[in-house]
């Protein structure tokens, strides 16, 4: 069959799908239907929608959206406040996504390349392009837009701060932060720069990651979030150099020596190609997660680039809690934001980020973040976090077969009577019986029904045992297998043990047991979930 | 304003004053489309109940609706919303208890003789059976784009993302729905030749 042929093939299949699943899903509602909703609704909103209950239900939102712009203008104005929580996670309040941006400074416009940005120091600006970043740039700083095209973005920053949420990167696209002393180029999505002439230039992780080198190129190393990487201005720059006065562009002769930031009394390195250090991130950068508004206060910037008084980070147990919170509120981006701040910090953390990123169907992401989880975890591993990571493998089209099964096989080896132990044995079935391996298949589904009998999966392991033995015309074993469960409580097991038994029994020639036996099942399951195998049997055996 | 703009904000004005022959047309007229889609997002079964949620939501969201995008597509994105979060809890309470057979479908399937019913039967759950290889983004999409009908822009507005967005994962459901039919094909030739064999194998024994 031609590559043609294939592709009209496939797309005769998808159009019959369609058709398909359209003719099933569609239906009328039925007025029983109608009825239902109409008292549901009376119930829930009685009273609710007469006239004057309805004013007063009005004044109350209005009370309520005031006092909530109240309290963010003031956090506008007054963001040290914010910055002042130190450790602690800030309140959160809650608003619909609109208010919040009519409260805040409407984001301009995208820039044009050879634009200059100068703000005032009361007036930080906002721009958002849709397809790039939204970039806050903090009071009493100055840019220049290098370059801005939708392929690449370059924004040299002269003084001051900027905070850019990067889009994600399409194939070959490029946002670069530039100061006199590095180049921050973007790997990952959400970070700030902040640029102090004749002292540093401060990079923070929020989200994702970013690689920062010098001017000229030389690697400085990556801050991812959470991080942050101070590189120190050179020496003999700090006062009279070009790069100092002029940062417009100017590389620095020498190269920047780069010191841990807010740590209190570290000493910057000399000069010289000194290995980056990259540190936790002092509070301000893991406060706020979602909050676009860059470190504003003179206090929280003194905080920073002076490194003293760093103060203390949360606790893992309220990060885990803000995180479960917003995901509970179905703020899955908030959520990661927060949790991928922190990932480094506890197996915890990055077990819940791998939640919320499975949440939203980033499977792999997901499978990436149980894996580092279970690595942080230690000796034994956490039972939900094996058994997470096995599930995602296994789903995961992109990942190896091999590593479920390998995944399934360790939580085995820790907790063989685990509640998830009959689904391990069913995954590593299931591999076996792929890899062409029906003696080992055999093992586990026996241990299924042996072990786990009243599991889930037992009906399964017993359907695909009992299949296999037939395959290999063990027709004694089969019969054994089926008659020990055909008078088995559950009748989901008793339905497939006698459908086994009849299949049995054609295998062996013996029709007309055969037929005795799907008379049998026809009384017991009239509404069995097999009917359709049956007929196909029925149909076989020529009965109808 | 166009004649549904207006008719569907007068629905909507009496629907605030607690009229219930509206709020009964509201559900008349715009549930089975809803249902669709819950359907095809989160699967055939409790699609009731959902469907009953995301018009309760509507009805107390009314405040919030200020008109400036059609009442379908403010309806599209509560559902989307909810499904998301009932897929959620879904995925929470999942265990990994496989059904022996697939989901028969019910009355679904046209009328006709048995065996035609029974291979219609068998090829909707083999497709039901595809559908369900697809993770959330893509089975919304895929849903919205085949089932509903919905343009790129009405998807997108719906999703709350960016349309290239819904143009790739449009794209991708497509292909991995293909490849999943395509594997789900061979497996049920692969049984139906088993099926041969055992009649044959009955025809000579009886």
């Not at chain 2, 349309?163 to 449009?170: A, G």
Request: aromatic share 4%; glycine share 8%; with cysteine.
């Amino acid at each position: 069959m031609t590559r043609d042929e294939r592709r009209r093939r496939d797309e005769a299949r998808h159009s019959e799908a369609v058709g398909a699943l359209g003719t099933a899903f569609e239906g009328p509602v039925t007025e029983g239907q109608v009825d239902a909703f109409v008292a549901a609704a009376r119930d829930r909103f009685e009273g609710r929608f007469r006239p004057e209950v309805r004013r007063s239900w009005r004044l109350a939102a209005a009370l309520a959206a005031g006092t909530a712009l109240a309290v963010l203008a003031a956090a506008f104005l007054w963001p040290e406040a914010h910055l002042r929580l130190g450790g602690q996670l800030p309140a959160v309040v809650s608003l619909p996504t609109e208010r919040i941006e009519a409260a805040a400074s409407a984001p301009s416009a995208a820039p044009q390349a050879g634009d200059v940005i100068v703000t005032g120091p009361n007036d930080p600006v906002t721009w958002e392009d849709v397809d790039t970043a939204r970039v806050v740039v903090a009071r009493s700083s100055r840019l220049r837009v290098a370059l801005w095209d939708g392929a690449t973005s370059v924004i040299e920053l002269e003084v001051g701060r900027i905070r850019s949420n990067v889009r994600p990167r399409r194939s070959g696209q490029r946002y670069e932060v530039r100061t006199p002393y590095a180049v921050i180029r973007v790997v990952g999505t959400d970070f700030a720069v902040e640029h102090l002439p004749g002292e540093a230039t401060v990079v923070t992780g929020y989200a994702g990651r970013v690689t920062v080198e010098t001017r000229d190129g030389r690697p400085l190393g990556a801050v991812s979030a959470g991080e942050v990487l101070r590189v120190e201005a050179p020496r003999v720059a700090e006062a009279d150099t070009p790069a100092a006065r002029e940062p417009s562009g100017v590389s620095p002769d020498v190269p920047p020596a780069v010191a841990d930031a807010g740590v209190e009394g570290t000493p910057a390195r000399e000069p010289g190609p000194a290995a980056p250090h990259v540190r936790p991130a002092p509070a301000e950068a893991r406060s706020a997660p979602g909050d676009d508004q860059p470190s504003m206060g003179k206090a929280a910037d003194a905080q920073e680039t002076e490194g003293v008084g760093a103060p203390a980070l949360p606790a893992v147990a309220d990060v885990l809690s803000e995180a479960r919170r917003l995901l509970s509120a179905g703020e899955d981006e908030r959520a990661l934001v927060l949790l991928s701040a922190h990932e480094e910090r506890s197996w915890r953390v990055q077990a819940l980020l791998g939640d919320a990123l499975r949440v939203q169907g980033r499977l792999a992401e997901a499978r990436a973040a149980y894996g580092r989880a279970l690595e942080a975890a230690g000796e034994p591993p956490p039972r939900g976090l094996l058994i997470d990571h096995a599930t995602l493998l296994e789903r995961d089209p992109s990942a190896a077969p091999e590593a479920a099964a390998r995944a399934w096989q360790r939580y085995l080896d820790y907790y063989p009577g685990g509640r998830e132990a009959a689904a391990a044995h069913d995954a590593l079935a299931t591999a076996a019986i792929r890899a062409g391996a029906t003696v080992r298949a055999g093992v586990h589904l026996r241990a299924i029904l042996d072990d786990h009998a009243s599991s889930p999966e037992a009906a399964r392991a017993l359907a695909r045992l009992g299949r296999l033995l037939i395959a290999a015309e063990r027709w004694d074993d089969a019969e054994a297998l089926f008659a020990r469960w055909s008078d088995d409580p559950r009748a989901i097991c008793a339905e497939t043990a006698v459908v086994g038994l009849v299949r049995v029994r054609v295998g062996q020639g013996r029709a007309d047991d055969a037929r005795r036996l799907l008379q049998s099942y026809r009384e017991r399951f009239p509404e069995g979930r097999r009917a359709a195998e049956i007929s196909r049997l029925e149909s076989a055996l020529a009965v109808e | 304003m166009s004649d549904r703009r207006r008719d569907e904000a007068e629905l909507l004005e009496r629907c605030r004053r607690g009229d219930e022959a509206a709020w009964a047309t509201l559900y008349r007229t715009y549930a089975p489309n809803v249902a669709l889609f819950l359907r095809g997002a989160i699967g055939r079964h409790d699609v009731d109940d959902l469907l009953q949620r995301v018009f309760l939501e509507l009805l107390s969201s009314l405040g919030r609706f200020r008109g400036e995008a059609g009442l379908a597509t403010w309806l599209q994105r509560i559902a989307a919303h909810m499904a998301k979060k009932e897929a959620r809890s879904r995925w929470r309470r999942e265990r990994k208890v496989e059904a022996l057979t697939v989901d028969p479908a019910g009355d679904s399937v046209a009328p006709g003789d048995a065996a035609a019913r029974v291979a219609a039967r068998e090829r909707l759950a083999q497709v039901q059976a595809a559908l369900d290889t697809l993770d959330w983004r893509f089975r919304t999409v895929w849903v919205m784009r085949e089932l509903q009908g919905l343009t790129v822009e009405e998807a997108a507005a719906a999703l709350d993302v960016r349309p290239e967005t819904i143009r790739s994962r449009h794209h991708r459901a497509r292909e991995r729905l293909k490849a999943a039919l395509r594997r789900i094909e061979r497996s049920a030739a692969r049984d139906s030749k088993a099926i041969h064999a055992l009649r044959e194998h009955g025809e000579t024994s009886s």
